[in-house]
């Protein structure tokens, strides 16, 4: 694998036959009055120093495509050069992290294109004669690709009725940290037609959900009930990739009352009411119509009484 440092590229075989680490090592023993095996004793000394010190536990962060490299490593004085390669090529330094002593750096810029594997190479700088690059202890990153990881913020919507069923949700495309000239680009711009938005409601009172994914950054959600409260709230969808990173932030929620008269009782339970009136009304008819049926028969049973008594004279 290629090194590119300072703008040109090396391979660690040559940059291991560098004059100057051959004039270092040539003058080793000379310069500290040390014999051979002194002289080898003490660059063994400075690899375990290396090691004590080198970057550990590195980790990417990126939020809407902002990517940040971070590490943890014990108090020294060494500073750290961070070099980035997308998974085929070659290796170039970050020019905003050379010798610096902070424990992260900032690639968002680097990793350009954003829809490759990058890996990145954490160098630890112990300064005098360890400054050649083939002397620095190395932490390997594990592959990120920013398209396809970096996480999603929650988004902002509003709400707004259209009819008594229908209302529509306006959705803002979250910035990114990406820009295209004085253009601060969005995540619709980045992610194009990768990007949908996924609706989750349900009606006020109610634990039952329903869930609409739209293309557009302005989905109708309808067949709604009039007068009926609602809840919604949304976060970005990338079906496109792995599970685990589809979804962005969710939402805050955001509930509100679909135009029109509410109904007291469903559809159903209006035909059951209409259906126990009208049972009643035949059931009143009938005894109504039972009870002139025993009042004319009595009274047509007393006159007749009255026809057949014989008065005496």
Same mark, same amino acid.
């Given at each position: ?9 090396? @391979? ?76 085929? #090529?070659?290796?170039? $330094? ?21 829809? =490759? ?21 190395? @932490? ?8 396809? $990881? ?29 820009? $295209? ?6 995540? =619709? ?30 989905? $109708? ?26 979804? #962005? #932030? ?13 109904? #007291? ?30 009042? =004319?028969? =009595? ?15």
């Amino acid at each position: 694998m290629k090194t590119t440092v300072g703008g040109a590229a090396r @391979t660690p075989a040559a940059a291991a036959s560098s004059p100057r680490l051959r004039a270092l090592n040539k003058d080793l023993p000379r310069q500290h009055g040390r014999s051979d095996s002194s002289a080898l004793s003490g660059n063994v000394f400075v690899r375990r120093e290396h090691h004590h010190c080198r970057a550990e536990k590195l980790r990417w962060i990126s939020l809407d495509f902002k990517t940040v490299l971070t590490w943890t490593t014990q108090p020294s004085e060494h500073t750290y050069t961070v070099l980035f390669a997308p998974d085929d #090529g070659d290796w170039t $330094e970050s020019h905003d992290c050379i010798e610096i002593t902070d424990t992260e750096c900032d690639l968002t810029h680097d990793l350009q294109p954003l829809n =490759r594997a990058y890996s990145a190479d954490i160098q630890t700088n112990t300064g005098g004669f360890a400054y050649d690059e083939d002397e620095q202890a190395h @932490t390997y990153s594990s592959l990120f690709n920013p398209y396809r $990881e970096s996480n999603i913020s929650a988004v902002r919507f509003a709400v707004r009725p259209v009819n008594e069923s229908t209302v529509t949700i306006n959705i803002t495309d979250t910035l990114t940290a990406i820009h $295209e000239g004085t253009k601060q680009l969005t995540i =619709r711009d980045v992610l194009r037609s990768d990007l949908k938005y996924k609706i989750t409601y349900y009606k006020a009172g109610s634990t039952g959900k329903r869930e609409v994914i739209s293309a557009s950054s302005v989905a $109708e959600v309808s067949k709604l009930d009039a007068g009926e409260e609602y809840c919604f709230i949304v976060a970005a969808f990338v079906p496109s990739r792995p599970k685990e990173a589809q979804h #962005g #932030g969710w939402s805050s929620q955001q509930c509100t009352q679909v135009q029109g008269t509410a109904q #007291g009782l469903s559809l159903g339970a209006l035909v059951g009411v209409i259906f126990i009136v009208i049972t009643v009304l035949i059931i009143s008819i009938v005894v109504a119509v039972l009870c002139c049926n025993c009042c =004319r028969q =009595r009274n047509k049973s007393f006159q007749t009484a009255q026809t057949t008594v014989q008065i005496p004279i």
